[in-house]
C-alpha cells in the first residue's frame, strides 16, 4: 500500500471535486490518499508519502502563484518520488486541447517551471456563472463568446469527463 499526497490549488472549487474522485478511485486500488490545499503552504516532508499529486487550476489563463512557488521550493522531493501533475481548466473542453501535449496552459507552464512532472493530465472544468461576481462572470462570458462556448449567466456547465479522471487515478495507483 502506497501513501499518496494530492496537492491542489483551486479557484471555484471544482479541483478538490476532482481530487476528492481521484482520492476514491486510488483509494479502491488498495492505496492510502491525503489532500492537502496549496494555498496552506503545507510542508513536504520526505517519508510521509510515497507519491505526490499536484493538481491545479487556470483562471484567466494562469496557475495560482502558489503553485510556481510550492514547486520550486520542493523540487528535490518532488524529483525523488513517483510523481504527477494535472491541470484544470475549461480550454481543455475542446478535444484538440485535451491533451497534455496540445493544452497550451499546461505547455506554457511546463516552461516556466524547472521540474518536469512524471506523469501529466488535463482535464475540463466547469463554469458555474451564478457562483461568480459580476466581473468575473462577464468577463467569463465574453471569453465562451468568442471560443464558441457557453454564455448563459444562468448556466452551471460541467464539461469533466469522470471516466478520465477515473483513469488518471488507476494510473496513479499503480506508477
Given amino acids: 500500500m502506497a ?32 489532500l ?9 516532508l520526505p517519508g510521509t508519502f510515497d507519491k505526490v499529486v499536484i493538481g491545479a487550476s487556470i483562471r484567466y489563463g494562469k496557475h495560482q502563484p502558489l503553485v510556481s512557488a510550492l514547486i520550486k521550493k ?36 511546463l516552461k516556466k517551471i524547472d521540474w518536469q512532472p512524471q506523469r501529466l493530465g488535463v482535464f475540463a472544468g466547469k463554469i458555474d456563472y451564478p457562483s461568480l461576481g459580476f466581473v468575473d462572470k462577464n468577463m467569463i462570458r465574453l471569453i465562451m463568446w468568442i471560443t464558441k462556448g457557453p454564455t448563459n449567466p444562468d448556466a452551471v456547465v460541467e464539461f469533466t469527463d469522470w471516466g ?3 483513469d488518471f487515478g488507476r494510473m496513479i495507483a499503480e506508477m
Fill in 164 to 166: 478520465k479522471v477515473d
Fill in 36 to 44: 492537502m490545499d496549496i494555498k496552506d503552504e503545507p510542508e513536504l
Fill in 3 to 34: 501513501r499518496i499526497l494530492i496537492l491542489y490549488s483551486t479557484t471555484d472549487g471544482h479541483t478538490i471535486e476532482i481530487c476528492r474522485r481521484m482520492k476514491q478511485t486510488i483509494e479502491a486500488n488498495g492505496h492510502s490518499v491525503k
Fill in 74 to 109: 520542493n523540487q528535490a522531493i518532488l524529483e525523488n518520488h513517483p510523481n504527477a501533475f494535472f491541470t484544470v481548466n475549461v480550454v481543455a473542453r475542446k478535444p484538440e486541447k485535451n491533451q497534455p501535449e496540445t493544452n497550451p496552459y499546461l505547455q506554457k507552464f
